[in-house]
């Protein structure tokens, strides 16, 4: 983040006084935690990059054939970065944590 | 050179972040626009309410948010801006917009490529307002049964507002689509942290796009949209589902063939049946855009207690997709018979119309009650169940579950 933070000269912008047009947007952090189930490093790995995990915890009970579908979605469609090795252990944990 | 508001990162995306991506953002403008200040001030707690809304917003996801509007503001004419609901697809929301240098361009299969400011848009082009339901598309998404993954969207992704703005017809004019001119596209300032996400990008066919209604609008209900609305500027599409309704507009291109983005041809698509219905066990092959919105209601939950020979005041919303509402009926025996409710002011053929009645339960117990709405046209809720794989336009009758004490 500091990275970032200096490549878009952030750390100089805040001597001047914000432009009176400038409209900004601040987003609350992100505080989710996941259930700690075998798997779990499988969506910190593969899924956080796009989005929150609170996806997952959104869902109700969905069956097997169904977590497997949004996972080859997430990889397939959306260039989700899960390892086919990585896909079992990864919908056996959502299965888990939503399954039914 | 005008400046281009990057999407600055909204929130800490840790170490997954496609670098190469990060470079492209950069790349693609002026860096001038995006002030994060994020290195010097922490981002507010999880728990504190979004910025310009309510504290009680229902949230499903905040990475993009995703947060539904409490049902009790069915009971209003107007949604207000910090109870309308907040739907992004993809997690880098621009988050720091300089009305000042921002720039809407216009461009494609066109012969007077356009850049315009907020300011010349006010003053170049006549600025109406129209009153509007705004409808994710996959509203009431988790009513459907077998449940459907997704958004899990109880009733309200909904709402109404007057939009104001320029007509698209009259930007798309001033522009002059060249002959051959087929579609044209809408891209915000949004962007997905990976290359591999399609971007979100919408189309609309030059015939829905020359109509009176779409509009370019930057106020939603006389103030400036919220920058979770799409702030500085969104297309309004009346009466169609709000997945055309491209927040924080970037670039409206003119296509002279058929658009074939993801967002257009995979994603957001229904059975190709007359009522958009399929089953799990037999997928449909054929499928089309959602557009228009079907006929429905709601009801605002009943927040007084109900009893036994008291008079008590259902009341809700009722809209379809442009032509207005003809009538509202309720049923308190299961189906078999139904009564007229009141209907209150029309607000346009494109806003929602609240309705009334008044009930005196006969019998304690658990009822319920179902409410149906037929258009001006005569398109009325039907009772059959209807089912899609990606929970998209439901619209059965509204079935109210109530206790008579």
């Not at chain 1, 047009?21 to 189930?37: A, K, M």
Request: hydrophobic share 40%; aromatic share 8%; glycine share 8%.
């Amino acid at each position: 983040m500091a990275a970032w933070g200096i490549l878009l000269g952030c750390s100089t912008r805040s001597a001047a006084p914000p432009s009176p047009t400038l409209h900004t947007l601040r987003l609350p952090s992100e505080d989710v935690t996941l259930p700690d189930l075998p798997g779990r490093a499988k969506v910190t790995s593969g899924c956080v990059a796009c989005h929150t995990p609170r996806y997952v915890l959104d869902q109700p009970p969905l069956p097997r054939k169904t977590w497997e579908a949004e996972v080859d979605k997430m990889r397939k469609t959306y260039g989700a970065p899960v390892a086919d090795d990585d896909v079992p252990a990864l919908v056996d944990y959502l299965v888990a944590v939503r399954g039914g | 050179m005008a400046f281009v508001a990057l999407p600055c990162l909204a929130t800490d995306m840790g170490p997954r972040t496609d670098r190469r991506d990060f470079l492209r953002l950069l790349a693609a403008g002026t860096v001038a626009g995006c002030s994060r200040g994020g290195k010097e001030t922490p981002p507010p707690p999880s728990n504190e309410p979004y910025q310009g809304k309510i504290a009680d917003l229902v949230l499903h996801t905040e990475r993009p948010p995703n947060l539904e509007m409490p049902e009790r503001f069915l009971a209003q004419d107007f949604t207000p801006n910090d109870a309308m609901f907040v739907r992004w697809h993809e997690s880098l929301l621009p988050t720091s917009i300089d009305s000042a240098t921002y720039r809407l361009k216009v461009g494609g299969h066109v012969d007077r490529p356009l850049e315009l400011s907020l300011n010349e848009l006010r003053a170049r082009f006549p600025v109406t307002s129209l009153v509007a339901v705004n409808q994710c598309a996959g509203n009431t998404r988790s009513l459907f049964s077998p449940r459907i993954p997704g958004v899990q969207w109880g009733r309200g992704a909904v709402g109404n507002a007057r939009w104001t703005g320029v007509r698209l017809r009259e930007v798309l004019a001033a522009a002059g689509p060249r002959d051959g001119a087929t579609e044209v596209t809408f891209g915000g300032l949004d962007r997905a942290p990976l290359d591999s996400v399609p971007r979100f990008e919408k189309s609309l066919t030059m015939q829905v796009a020359r109509g009176d209604e779409p509009l370019l609008a930057w106020a939603m209900n006389d103030a400036p949209l919220p920058m979770l609305n799409g702030y500085p500027l969104r297309l309004v599409v009346p009466g169609w589902y709000s997945t055309y309704w491209v927040k924080a507009l970037e670039a409206i291109t003119v296509l002279d063939h058929a658009f074939d983005g993801f967002w257009m041809t995979k994603a957001y698509r229904v059975p190709a049946t007359v009522d958009a219905s399929e089953s799990p066990e037999d997928l449909r092959k054929q499928t089309v855009p959602v557009r228009r919105m079907n006929v429905r209601s709601l009801f605002v939950p009943p927040r007084e207690t109900l009893r036994r020979g008291a008079m008590v005041e259902l009341q809700g919303v009722a809209w379809d997709g442009g032509t207005g509402i003809a009538r509202v009926e309720l049923s308190f025996d299961g189906g078999a018979t139904w009564k007229d409710a009141r209907l209150e002011q029309d607000l346009g053929p494109f806003a929602w119309r609240r309705w009334r009645a008044v009930w005196m339960p006969g019998e304690t117990g658990p009822a319920a009650v179902l409410a149906r709405a037929t258009s001006v046209l005569g398109e009325r809720q039907e009772s059959k169940p209807r089912w899609n794989r990606s929970g998209y336009m439901r619209n059965e009758p509204e079935r109210l579950d109530v206790v008579i004490t």
